[in-house]
């Protein structure tokens, strides 16, 4: 088989019927939701929906950006 070839279902048959690991599933559903978020919606758009989420929630904000400023931090130091 090609590197061009189609794959056919026959062939891995045994994948196919595979469960997928549902953290993998999870994930996959989210990045699906988030894609046709950002497809759908402009930058100010977007803005406004954090804006409006970070006012709802504003222990939960300053804790993810504690945790994001944290994580950063240490790939910079690397």
Known sequence: MGVAEQVSPEDNAEFATAPANPYVEEALSLF???????????????RRDLERRIRDHPGASIAIGFAVGVILGKFIQR
């Open 32 to 46: 699906r939701k988030v894609s046709a978020y950002v497809s759908e919606h402009d930058a100010e758009a977007m």
